[in-house]
């Protein structure tokens, strides 16, 4: 079919960030394009993700800083979580209409409803066909549900979000982002909260020594963590739960959370018609992001792929996409560092090459470990507990860095320059940074 015969140049199946961040440049630029939308406009980053949950965190970062300065800073620090979530339906509430809104200045089409892919040009909108010359599945992830009796009795990331009273007793399953998140920000709401790990360890993709001082620091407040457990039903007994164990331990709860992971939008999206290869951990793409159909393309976190799926992967591919739309490169991509933060307290972030990675291979690496205390800018806020371990090639290049610490995510923000760009004595002797700061805090490491 001829290029002009097609409602569209690029139409987007999804509209979160694995779309937006691409699509608006390239419709700046004057392609037609369209994005089918079956919920609300973002996606889930800035709906029922990362917006939503950093709004809820702010207060218990602030309740752990009045901790640390306890004397110095006298008087008492509740969280009213009723107000909390008000805050952040405030914030967030607008951010549909302000996407649609960018959408709308160069012209994008939304077209709102589940978009299912015909043939390798065609979407059906429930029932209405659009065609394209080429087509983004940018479907992201959903909450994973255990298969279990009683699962219907559990909830998922977006009701704890959306809860108007802190549960007295939580109950959460899993280990990884969610769980670890939720369990610090129910247990500083006031919350009994006790967290069951399927396995030994929480945040595999971690460090695990410092994967167990934020367990360990969770615990003194008040978290019970049970391992190795597996959850077999969950019960109704009254206004409470019952969840139900292997080993025959029960545990009765007001509220259970399901946080065993999440996984790919890709059913019933017509990908077996068009034949569009998928795995159990997403669509299959080559190195230019395109499925094994030539027309059809994927982006964000529905790709099968070996790098996070973060927010900040989907707008780098989205961004890629559009570039390569737009005949302004035709290279395969090329990934940067992508760091990765748990907005537990302490935050727990990393990027690069991992601790793990070096000491497997000590002729290639050298790592480098801080105890972050130590440095008299953290004494100003008096925190007592945080790490780092920073990786370097053989002609000291840092290469990687992993922190545990309240001001982790900064701290690996501040550095990932020096990673990315394997800056030299030469460059870090040119930066000067605002002092006192934590960035000077933490190239002074290097």
């Known amino acids: 079919m001829p290029e002009k015969q097609f409602d569209y140049d690029v139409l987007y199946i999804g509209s979160g960030h694995g779309t937006f961040d691409g ?22 980053c800035p709906n029922r993700g990362c917006n939503a949950k950093i709004i809820l965190d702010m207060p218990v970062a602030l309740r752990r800083q009045f901790e640390d300065l306890n004397g110095v800073v006298t008087g008492g620090v509740a969280i009213d979580w009723s107000q909390n979530v008000a805050h952040k339906d405030e914030v967030i509430g607008v951010l549909p209409g302000f996407i649609g809104g960018l959408l709308d200045s160069v012209h994008i089409d939304v077209i709102h409803g589940k978009g299912v ?10 029932g209405t066909l659009k ?5 983004v599945i940018a479907t992201g992830l959903r909450p994973n549900r255990l298969d279990i009796p009683g699962i219907d009795l559990a909830h998922d990331s977006s009701d704890f979000m959306n809860l108007t009273k802190m549960p007295k007793k939580i109950t959460i399953i899993g280990g990884g982002y969610i769980a670890m998140e939720f369990a610090t920000i129910a247990n500083a709401t006031g919350a009994d909260v006790t967290v069951l790990l399927r396995g030994d ?3 595999r993709a971690f460090h695990q020594e410092f994967v167990e001082t934020i367990i360990s620091d969770l615990e003194k407040h008040g978290v019970t963590f049970k391992r190795e457990i597996s959850v077999t039903e969950l019960k109704a007994t009254g206004d409470q739960i019952q969840v139900l164990t292997a080993d025959g331990q029960s545990n009765t709860t007001d509220w259970v959370l399901d946080a065993t992971g999440r996984i790919p939008n890709v059913e019933n999206i017509g990908l077996e018609k068009v034949g569009v290869h998928y795995t159990a951990k997403g669509v299959t793409v080559n190195d230019h992001l395109q499925t094994s159909v030539p027309s059809i393309y994927a982006s964000g976190d529905v790709i099968d792929k070996a790098q996070p799926k973060l927010t900040p992967t989907a707008i780098f591919e989205s961004k890629y996409l559009s570039a390569q739309f737009a005949g302004e490169s035709s290279d395969p991509i090329k990934y940067p560092v992508i760091p990765s933060v748990v907005f537990t307290t302490p935050r727990l972030a990393k990027a690069g090459v991992s601790p793990e990675t070096a000491a497997a291979a000590p002729s290639d690496y050298t790592v480098s470990a801080n105890h972050t205390p130590n440095d ?11 790490d780092n371990l920073l990786v370097f090639d053989k002609v000291h290049h840092l290469v990687g860095a992993t922190e545990v610490s309240n001001q982790a995510e900064n701290v690996i923000n501040s550095l990932l320059p020096a990673i990315e760009f394997k800056f030299g004595p030469a460059e870090l002797n040119r930066l000067v940074y ?6 000077s805090a933490a190239y002074g490491q290097l």
Do not use: C, M, N
């Open 434 to 439: 605002l002092f006192p700061s934590i960035t």
């Open 23 to 44: 699509a608006i440049p390239l419709a700046a630029k004057g392609y037609k394009v369209a994005v089918v939308e079956a919920d609300l406009i973002g996606g889930t």
């Open 201 to 203: 360890k929480a945040l």
């Open 117 to 126: 892919l015909e043939d390798p040009h065609t979407v059906s909108i429930d």
């Open 376 to 386: 008299w800018y953290r004494q100003a806020s008096k925190e007592t507990l945080g």
């Open 131 to 135: 065609t394209a010359g080429k087509i």
